[in-house]
């Protein structure tokens, strides 16, 4: 009788390729042996031979109604004799073919299942797609933008997504902000930020500085050292409660962003929660970010909250989001994602795939704006316009303040 696990990803495999083992060798994997994402090549790789039962066995009439099982099996099963596991411990028993036939049908739909349709109660799937084509900003600066665009003009919470690309002495100098948050991350390089209320410092690979503008703010944004300089920077809107809140900060180094690997799938928690991990920024609005990393074979799946808006930035290599029939994305793409409970990703590819996801809760509130000024109404646009020619109501240090090189 069997023995062995009943929780495994796949109960049983004959060992077929090893002749110098006997029929009943078989192989117990558990589902930390067997990562998610390689379960679908195992599976198609399973051996089906005549040779599991030996001719002692033929004797049994039990044993016979099974082998018509198992060839009626062999002949719906692809064959590659080359397909080997090793270095797992091995178990013997005499186990009837029909049961390796009956738990590897379960775990086949099991592991069909995992991070699909059925992860979610309601899963996101990609409703548009936006190619972020290279524009000048700022000084000298390239950047890609996602959303701002005639074609994408808000996401709400989300009011701008720009990739840049900056080499010295290109960049952003001075220039104000009112009644939202930037988010800046940085992919490659660095970047020298100050204001007027004498903030300083540099972000480099991997680090994040969470800038909320409130009330007012000005400051520059400028290339540290030789080469590019690549990042991305993320306006998150305020509720109107918050539009006049003090300007702050939250800042993290690479080394303090949380991140967590498994199963060829690396994510660093920007914002918000994954894998069981959370990050430590506070957002105003409620917002995930997440940077991605798949290796080629790579399976992830990722809740959002059935009410936020969402959206994939690709920054490296092509991947499948929300459903396997979907056509691959690639670098620079953006996806909007419909309404839902979760997202699932694929990496079919043979290189890295590396994207952001980010979501956040709609404000359902009016946006009215004017380059860097967001507001509720044209009158409270028109008052920040004021405020900040007349340096007065958040302003005031915009009289004698200007960035040093």
């Known amino acids: ?80 004799s080359s397909f080997l596991f090793h270095s797992f411990p091995v178990k013997r028993n005499r186990v009837p073919f029909h049961c390796f036939i009956s738990n590897l049908k379960r775990s086949m739909s099991r592991s069909s299942s995992v991070g699909q349709s059925s992860s979610f109660s309601r899963p996101r799937h990609v409703v548009k797609r936006l190619l972020a084509k290279p524009q000048h900003e700022g000084e000298g600066a390239v950047v890609r933008r996602s959303i701002g665009r005639l074609e994408l003009k808000h996401l709400d919470p989300f009011l701008l997504m720009d990739e840049f690309s900056v080499s010295a002495p290109a960049g952003f100098p001075d220039h104000p902000h ?13 970047f020298t930020h100050q204001d007027f209320t004498g903030h300083k410092g540099t972000i480099r690979t991997g680090d994040l500085q969470w800038m909320t503008a409130g009330r007012g703010i000005i400051h520059s944004e400028m290339p540290e050292g030789e080469g590019i300089q690549r990042g991305l920077q993320l306006w998150i809107n305020l509720t109107a409660k918050d539009k006049m809140i003090a300007p702050g900060y939250q800042e993290l180094q690479s080394e303090d962003i949380n991140r967590v690997e498994k199963d060829g799938v690396e994510v660093c928690v920007i914002a918000g929660e994954a894998m069981g ?82 979501g956040g809760q709609p404000l359902n509130e009016p946006v009215v704006q004017y380059g860097p000024f967001v507001m509720n109404t044209q009158a409270e646009i028109d008052q920040t316009i004021e405020d900040f020619q007349f340096c007065k109501n958040g302003f005031e240090n915009a009289t004698c303040w200007k960035s040093q090189p």
Do not use: C
Request: net charge neutral.
């Open 178 to 190: 009112r009644g939202f948050e930037t988010v800046t991350y940085m992919l490659d390089g660095a």
């Open 277 to 358: 991990v959370r990050s430590p920024v506070y957002t105003r609005t409620p917002t995930m970010f997440l940077d991605f990393t798949l290796r080629p074979g790579a399976h992830t799946y990722q809740h959002i909250p059935d009410s936020w808006n969402s959206f994939v930035y690709v920054l490296e290599g092509e991947g499948i989001f929300g459903n396997l029939s979907s056509s691959p994305a690639t670098a620079h793409h953006t996806l909007v994602l419909s309404t839902g409970d979760g997202l699932s990703i694929w990496n079919r590819s043979t290189k890295l795939l590396r994207f952001v996801l980010i």
């Open 1 to 80: 009788m069997y023995d062995g696990p009943t929780d495994s990803w796949v109960t049983l495999l004959p060992f077929l390729s090893l002749p110098n083992l006997s029929p009943s060798s078989f192989v117990f994997l558990n589902e930390s042996q067997l990562p998610t994402h390689a379960l679908s090549s195992f599976l198609q790789n399973i051996l089906t031979r005549k040779s599991l039962v030996n001719e002692r066995q033929h004797k049994n009439p039990q044993t016979k109604r099974n082998i018509e099982r198992e060839r009626e099996t062999e002949r719906e099963m692809p064959i590659n």
